[in-house]
């Protein structure tokens, strides 16, 4: 996939999703369903760097029963070096299949950027792949979007619990306790009559932090059937 496409593919699910959120408001109070300690959700890659070593996921949008498409990012912090003089962070983004090497400076700025062995030009790299890796982070953007830590801490009227329950997970090398919550947003006064969005939230307790590792959002009305689904399969922490 070329670095455009992939850029474009991943901006192109976030607007989609922005379709689907419902907001954080409305039914039955969840808040002792879950206790959530030191929430982490990765919104840019200079928190994943200085939260986990390794970090993969995918997402996949349905229409009905039909996979539409998937898209696999994997994510390896390789250590410290040094760029053009200055103090960085080497990592490692596999963007469906696609190798990209990335060198942050401390503040989260591209250093420099090479993509599928193309080292990029440093204008391409500061105007470019910063809103490219913005794109691939929209999965856990989103769930700042929908508002998930407050709606499980603070839940107002509107929403409705269609299921709770707790278990384990294999989550790459790591089997990690999850509290999975089933929720629905019917009506008004935030959708249209007879429209509802159900969500599925899956928290994992890693121990330093919580974070989702599954959420799922399936947007119903009386023509279409839209869904998507993010899961996390690998986390490391540092």
């Not at 993509?115 to 989103?142: R, Y």
């Amino acid at each position: 996939m070329s670095t455009t496409a992939a850029w474009k593919k991943g901006l192109a699910g976030l607007f989609a999703l922005l379709l689907l959120v419902g907001p954080a408001a409305a039914g039955e109070d969840i808040s002792a369903e879950v206790e959530i300690d030191e929430w982490f959700n990765p919104v840019a890659l200079s928190e994943v760097v200085a939260t986990v070593r390794e970090l993969e996921w995918s997402w996949t949008e349905f229409e009905g029963d039909v996979e539409l498409e998937t898209m696999r990012v994997s994510y390896r912090l390789v250590g410290d070096t040094v760029v053009g003089g200055a103090d960085a962070t080497e990592v490692e983004l596999i963007v469906d299949g696609s190798l990209w090497k990335i060198w942050l400076a401390a503040d989260g700025s591209v250093l420099q950027a090479e993509i599928e062995g193309e080292l990029m030009p440093q204008m391409f790299a500061d105007m470019v792949v910063g809103p490219m890796l913005t794109g691939l982070f929209w999965p856990f953007t989103m769930a700042d979007a929908y508002g998930v830590e407050q709606a499980l801490t603070d839940i107002g009227p509107g929403w409705e619990l269609r299921s709770s329950d707790t278990g384990t997970r294999q989550i790459g090398d790591m089997e990690v306790s999850v509290q999975e919550l089933a929720v629905s947003l019917r009506g008004e006064p935030y959708l249209e009559p007879g429209e509802q969005v159900d969500y599925l939230w899956v928290i994992g307790d890693f121990g330093p932090f919580h974070m989702l590792v599954e959420w799922r959002v399936t947007d119903i009305d009386a023509d279409d059937v839209i869904a998507v689904r993010m899961v996390v399969e690998s986390v490391v922490p540092r």
